[in-house]
Protein backbone atom coordinates (compact mmCIF):
# COMPACT_ATOMS: atom_id res chain seq x y z
CA UNK A 1 0.00 0.00 0.00
CA UNK A 2 1.45 3.41 -0.65
CA UNK A 3 -0.72 5.50 1.55
CA UNK A 4 -1.29 4.48 5.37
CA UNK A 5 -4.96 3.89 6.11
CA UNK A 6 -6.06 6.37 8.96
CA UNK A 7 -9.36 5.04 11.04
CA UNK A 8 -11.08 7.07 13.34
CA UNK A 9 -12.98 7.61 16.91
CA UNK A 10 -13.58 3.76 17.96
CA UNK A 11 -17.55 2.82 18.74
CA UNK A 12 -19.64 0.12 18.45
CA UNK A 13 -19.66 -1.86 15.19
CA UNK A 14 -23.26 -3.44 14.02
CA UNK A 15 -22.42 -7.08 13.09
CA UNK A 16 -22.12 -7.26 9.64
CA UNK A 17 -25.61 -8.74 8.04
CA UNK A 18 -24.80 -8.93 4.44
CA UNK A 19 -21.53 -11.26 3.30
CA UNK A 20 -18.57 -9.53 5.15
CA UNK A 21 -17.59 -6.98 7.48
CA UNK A 22 -17.67 -3.43 6.32
CA UNK A 23 -15.92 -2.44 9.22
CA UNK A 24 -13.12 -3.58 12.16
CA UNK A 25 -14.05 -3.89 15.55
CA UNK A 26 -13.21 -0.97 17.18
CA UNK A 27 -12.04 1.00 14.53
CA UNK A 28 -14.27 3.37 11.95
CA UNK A 29 -13.20 3.50 8.19
CA UNK A 30 -13.72 6.57 6.28
CA UNK A 31 -15.23 6.33 3.20
CA UNK A 32 -15.68 9.45 0.47
CA UNK A 33 -18.78 9.30 -1.42
CA UNK A 34 -18.77 11.48 -4.59
CA UNK A 35 -21.91 11.88 -6.44
CA UNK A 36 -23.37 15.48 -8.17
CA UNK A 37 -26.75 13.74 -7.33
CA UNK A 38 -27.61 14.73 -3.56
CA UNK A 39 -30.27 12.40 -3.30
CA UNK A 40 -27.86 9.68 -4.63
CA UNK A 41 -25.10 11.12 -2.48
CA UNK A 42 -26.91 11.37 0.47
CA UNK A 43 -28.79 7.95 0.50
CA UNK A 44 -25.17 6.02 -0.02
CA UNK A 45 -23.72 8.11 3.17
CA UNK A 46 -26.54 7.30 5.33
CA UNK A 47 -26.43 3.51 4.19
CA UNK A 48 -22.19 3.64 4.93
CA UNK A 49 -22.60 5.79 7.94
CA UNK A 50 -25.59 2.86 9.74
CA UNK A 51 -22.55 0.27 8.70
CA UNK A 52 -20.18 2.12 11.25
CA UNK A 53 -18.35 4.00 8.46
CA UNK A 54 -17.34 7.59 9.11
CA UNK A 55 -18.52 9.16 5.66
CA UNK A 56 -16.88 12.51 3.83
CA UNK A 57 -19.38 13.79 0.98
CA UNK A 58 -18.59 15.82 -2.26
CA UNK A 59 -20.73 17.37 -5.01
CA UNK A 60 -17.45 16.86 -7.52
CA UNK A 61 -14.47 15.38 -7.90
CA UNK A 62 -12.78 18.56 -7.43
CA UNK A 63 -13.82 18.89 -3.72
CA UNK A 64 -12.97 15.27 -3.59
CA UNK A 65 -9.78 15.54 -4.25
CA UNK A 66 -9.31 18.84 -1.86
CA UNK A 67 -11.08 16.20 1.25
CA UNK A 68 -8.89 13.24 0.07
CA UNK A 69 -5.76 15.62 0.29
CA UNK A 70 -6.18 15.95 3.66
CA UNK A 71 -7.86 13.15 4.94
CA UNK A 72 -7.35 10.02 3.04
CA UNK A 73 -10.05 7.79 2.10
CA UNK A 74 -10.91 3.96 3.03
CA UNK A 75 -13.22 3.59 -0.04
CA UNK A 76 -14.36 5.32 -2.49
CA UNK A 77 -17.85 5.05 -3.87
CA UNK A 78 -18.30 7.37 -7.23
CA UNK A 79 -20.66 8.29 -9.37
CA UNK A 80 -19.35 7.43 -12.69
CA UNK A 81 -20.57 11.01 -14.83
CA UNK A 82 -20.02 14.38 -13.12
CA UNK A 83 -19.59 17.67 -14.53
CA UNK A 84 -15.86 18.46 -13.63
CA UNK A 85 -14.35 14.72 -14.10
CA UNK A 86 -15.26 11.35 -14.66
CA UNK A 87 -15.75 8.94 -11.33
CA UNK A 88 -13.05 7.49 -13.27
CA UNK A 89 -10.77 9.50 -13.95
CA UNK A 90 -11.35 10.38 -9.60
CA UNK A 91 -10.56 7.53 -8.60
CA UNK A 92 -7.30 6.94 -10.97
CA UNK A 93 -6.06 10.46 -9.29
CA UNK A 94 -6.66 8.84 -5.77
CA UNK A 95 -4.96 6.05 -6.61
CA UNK A 96 -2.11 7.69 -7.06
CA UNK A 97 -2.28 8.40 -2.97
CA UNK A 98 -3.31 4.86 -2.41
CA UNK A 99 -2.74 1.92 -5.34
CA UNK A 100 -5.11 -0.57 -2.87
CA UNK A 101 -8.17 2.09 -2.52
CA UNK A 102 -11.29 0.22 -3.30
CA UNK A 103 -13.28 2.15 -5.51
CA UNK A 104 -17.07 1.53 -6.45
CA UNK A 105 -18.34 3.34 -9.54
CA UNK A 106 -21.88 3.67 -9.32
CA UNK A 107 -24.08 4.79 -12.31
CA UNK A 108 -27.19 4.59 -14.27
CA UNK A 109 -25.58 4.30 -17.69
CA UNK A 110 -25.48 0.84 -18.85
CA UNK A 111 -22.24 1.42 -20.34
CA UNK A 112 -20.35 2.71 -17.74
CA UNK A 113 -18.60 -0.89 -17.02
CA UNK A 114 -17.16 -0.69 -20.18
CA UNK A 115 -15.00 2.65 -19.60
CA UNK A 116 -13.61 1.17 -16.63
CA UNK A 117 -10.57 -0.37 -17.99
CA UNK A 118 -7.29 0.04 -16.59
CA UNK A 119 -8.81 0.60 -12.89
CA UNK A 120 -7.46 -2.72 -11.51
CA UNK A 121 -7.58 -4.16 -7.92
CA UNK A 122 -10.13 -4.01 -5.62
CA UNK A 123 -12.87 -2.04 -7.96
CA UNK A 124 -16.57 -2.69 -8.70
CA UNK A 125 -19.10 -1.15 -10.34
CA UNK A 126 -23.08 -0.78 -9.39
CA UNK A 127 -25.95 0.08 -11.73
CA UNK A 128 -28.74 2.56 -10.33
CA UNK A 129 -30.87 2.12 -9.04
CA UNK A 130 -29.70 -0.26 -6.48
CA UNK A 131 -30.84 -1.83 -3.34
CA UNK A 132 -29.22 -1.61 -0.01
CA UNK A 133 -28.50 -4.92 0.19
CA UNK A 134 -26.82 -5.18 -3.43
CA UNK A 135 -24.88 -1.99 -2.07
CA UNK A 136 -23.47 -3.38 1.13
CA UNK A 137 -22.66 -6.58 -0.89
CA UNK A 138 -20.68 -4.90 -3.03
CA UNK A 139 -18.68 -3.09 -0.93
CA UNK A 140 -17.98 -5.86 0.89
CA UNK A 141 -16.82 -7.53 -2.61
CA UNK A 142 -13.84 -4.75 -2.24
CA UNK A 143 -12.99 -3.86 1.02
CA UNK A 144 -10.95 -6.10 3.11
Not at 14 to 22: D, N, S, V
Not at 34 to 57: I, K, M, N, T, Y
Request: a negative charge; hydrophobic letters at 45%.
Amino acid sequence: MTAQHRFRRPGAIPAARYGGALAVDEKVRVALVVDDEPLARHFVSAVLRRQGWSVLEAAGAAAALAMANVDPPDLLVTDYEMPDISGVDLARQLRRLDEDLPVLVISGYADAPGSMRGLDGRTAFARKPFAIEELLSTICSIVD
